[in-house]
């Protein structure tokens, strides 16, 4: 069976289209361009699925370099709604987000240093995007800046937790290989 996934060309930009386009030949992967859309048809659901999850990191402002590695390195790409979490009052979300960024891009900065994982932040949504652990430790330290635990005790979770998460799949890797 072949599934087919679209992509509206004007939702993203020409540049990022040619870099999407050469990677598809470079892999014989299957497409229609018109004018309007890009069809892109495969056999495997699961690819096309990952295929949708870069094109919207691409979309949240990830670099397709960084965005294809959800296919080609199995990265993560997560999403937070700051706005749910801001419970409808306008001034906490916008509090919540600040935290997020921190002053200058602070916290934001750190958060990508420690964790390895690379953030977007936009007008409601935290956009997260890196290998299984990288993502997984900046989402749950967001999570905590968002909730309101000080930017100190976040920064030293996600040094801890990113080693717990290591050590985890060490232990996993370790198990499989019996």
Partial sequence: MVYQYEIER?????????????????????????D?????QHDDYFFLYRLDKVISAIKAGFRFEDAIKIIT??????VIDVKKAAEKKSNHLLRMLSRVIG?????????????KAKIVID????????????????YESIRKLIKGSPHSSVFD???????????KEREAEYYLSL
């Avoid at 309007?36 to 892109?40: N, Q, T």
């Avoid at 390195?73 to 997560?78: G, K, R, S, T």
């Avoid at 891009?105 to 964790?115: R, V, Y």
């Fill in 10 to 34: 004007k939702e993203i930009s020409q540049v990022t289209v040619d870099k999407l386009l050469k990677w598809l030949s470079e892999h014989n992967i299957k497409f229609l361009k018109t």
């Fill in 36 to 40: 309007h859309k890009i069809i892109i």
């Fill in 73 to 78: 390195e199995d990265w993560e790409y997560l």
């Fill in 103 to 115: 002053e200058k891009g602070k916290a934001k900065s750190m958060l990508e240093e420690l964790t």
């Fill in 123 to 138: 007008d409601r949504f935290v956009h997260i995007l890196g290998d299984k652990i990288s993502s997984q430790a900046a």
């Fill in 157 to 167: 979770f996600a040094v801890s937790y990113k080693r717990h998460l290591k050590n």
